[in-house]
């Protein structure tokens, strides 16, 4: 099992571009795909952004494709979504999410994902 961490959440005005974090500890990081989820209230959990364990390819959902950028540090195990001209609509709970399986691709499915972090709140203000 891995732990881990988000950081970087806030408050934040339309077109800022905050940067989540998420700090992986407990298992080989390197080994395993890693995404990107959002819940806003009173709805699903829907997949953002995915990156492969070599960090070679991602993943977008349309919605952030052009403004969010995925990416991974093995060295410090650490996963990255850099947000860029966020707006309203952005607002949610993101939460890093760690692969089950080693070496294969990240899919979108929630289900592929078996270790979560709790979560780091975005609110984009107008």
């Known amino acids: 099992q891995v732990q881990l961490v988000e950081s970087g959440g806030g408050s934040v005005q339309a077109g800022d571009s905050p940067r989540l974090s998420c700090a992986a500890s407990?298992?080989?990081?390197?080994?395993?795909?890693m995404g990107w989820f959002r819940q806003a209230p009173g709805k699903e959990r829907d997949f953002v952004a995915a990156?492969?364990?070599?960090?070679?390819?991602?993943y977008y959902v349309d919605s952030v494709k052009g403004r969010f950028t995925i990416s991974r540090d093995n060295a410090k195990n650490t996963v990255y979504l850099q947000m860029n001209s966020v707006k309203p609509e952005d607002t949610a709970v993101y939460y890093c999410?760690?692969?089950?399986?080693?070496?294969?691709?990240?899919?979108?499915?929630?289900?592929?994902?078996?270790?979560w972090g709790q979560g780091t709140q975005v609110t984009v203000s107008s």
């Open positions: 999410a760690a692969a089950s399986v080693p070496y294969r691709p990240p899919g979108q499915d929630p289900a592929n994902f078996g270790s």
């Open positions: 990156i492969t364990w070599s960090g070679t390819r991602t």
């Open positions: 407990g298992r080989t990081f390197s080994d395993y795909a």
